[in-house]
């Protein structure tokens, strides 16, 4: 050790991070990893070389900055978006995290306000935290799907200045249907981000349909989840060019690396082939549902590819016990609930044998 000796109580921290920790799920290194919802099927090979290729050209030029406005990478994305959407109708970053700061950066701040719906995705508050913006939340039915009647009555007393909604919802996997969607944005007089992570999970409609009808909304998406880029890092949004013009203004100079604009691109390139498991985990979602059902667990309906399942007695204990069995899945949300991402066919079949192991081990010592 060569610095100082500093601990953490003696930092001159901002006041709300004193009892903060870093975001983020244990990475343990377990055989079955079902806890982050990531497409469990890493790219085909001939995927792999093109990104390879890709990495190669742009590191000739690697002594440059890269091309600030991604303008490529843009188009590409637009493209695999459809809906007549062009590249100045879409900004990317490194992961939808950090275009969701951006929108945060831009669009919320000190005396401002981002509104979500609870429960929801854990990272939302840091994102207000982190930019001093007041964080308000709306809490969800008991089936945890958006109340209208509470929704407008919040949004009429607080007009948030941002509202987050998720959809499908992170972790219970609940849809907002558009026409809610339309509702909150006419109700609202500010930013309506509809955060559709998990979109070509569901089989229900996008609300980039909704687009056309205001330029309060914005659409963020990632290739994090369904099109197993979770490493490549990259997020993107769809909104109007001027909305794309204020987060110009938050980025960082430079932000998104030449390396990560050649991979996503090759990604791009090659849609179809990241995306040709995406069916498959969504029937293996929809058997895993029925099946801890049929097991006598209350199951959230999902259009994601995780779902929330329990109770759980002692969810801790039951989370670890699995772990313990090599199956990592996630201590989140609402208490008495566990979730878990779908995996590949081995995977769940080791998901179902260790939550047995687990199920007959709480019988036999009750
Ligand atoms: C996983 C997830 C994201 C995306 O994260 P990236 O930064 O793109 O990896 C965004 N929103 C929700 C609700 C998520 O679950």
């Known amino acids: 050790m060569t610095t100082a000796a500093i601990t953490w109580d003696e930092l001159p921290l901002r006041a709300e991070l004193r009892d903060a920790r870093p975001y983020g799920a244990p990475q343990l290194d377990v055989p079955v990893r ?23 050209r ?4 690697i002594n440059r900055y890269p091309d600030r ?11 695999y978006l459809g809906y007549g959407l062009t590249a100045g109708e879409v900004w990317a970053a490194n992961g939808s995290n950090e275009i969701m700061i951006q929108i945060l950066q831009a669009f919320g701040g000190p005396g401002r306000s981002v509104c979500t719906f609870t429960p929801s995705y854990s990272m939302y508050p840091e994102y207000a935290r982190d930019t001093h913006t007041e964080y308000l939340t709306i809490p969800r039915g008991p089936d945890f799907t ?15 200045d941002i509202i987050v909604i998720a959809s499908p919802n992170n972790p219970t996997g609940t849809v907002t249907s558009l026409g809610l969607v339309e509702t909150i944005l006419r109700a609202s007089r500010g930013i309506v ?6 979109q070509e999970f569901a089989t229900t409609p996008s609300a980039l349909e909704l687009l056309p009808l205001s330029g309060r909304l914005l659409v963020t998406r990632t290739m994090s989840k369904a099109f197993a880029f979770a490493g490549g890092r990259l997020g993107y949004v769809a909104a109007a060019p001027a909305v794309v013009d204020a987060l110009r203004v938050v980025r960082l100079p430079y932000h998104l690396s030449a390396v990560t604009q050649a991979v996503a691109g090759a990604a791009l390139d090659h849609a179809p082939a ?5 069916d498959h985990l969504r029937a293996t979602r929809d058997q895993t549902i029925t099946r801890l059902r049929e097991l006598g667990y209350a199951v ?8 929330l399942f329990g109770p759980f007695a002692d969810r801790h204990a039951a989370w670890a016990a699995l772990a313990g069995r090599g199956v990592l899945i996630r201590e989140t949300g609402p208490e008495p609930y566990l979730r878990t991402c779908v995996g590949t066919d081995p995977d769940m079949a080791r998901f179902f044998e260790a939550l047995a192991e687990i199920q007959s081990g ?5």
Do not use: W
């Not at 009647?149 to 607080?158: K, P, Q, T, W």
């Not at 981000?193 to 998990?198: F, H, Q």
């Open 58 to 61: 742009a590191v000739a030029d």
């Open 146 to 160: 958006i109340d209208q009647g509470v929704a407008l009555a919040a949004i009429a007393r607080h007009q948030p």
């Open 362 to 366: 709480e019988r036999s010592t009750s």
């Open 69 to 79: 406005e991604a303008t490529v990478l843009r188009a590409k994305l637009a493209g």
């Open 193 to 198: 981000v509809v955060d559709e992570a998990y």
């Open 274 to 278: 990241l995306l040709a498991d995406v």
């Open 300 to 307: 959230v309906d999902s259009q994601a590819n995780f779902c």
């Open 34 to 56: 079902l806890n982050v919802n990531e497409n469990p099927y890493p790219p085909p090979p001939a995927v792999r070389e093109a990104m390879t290729a890709a990495v190669r």
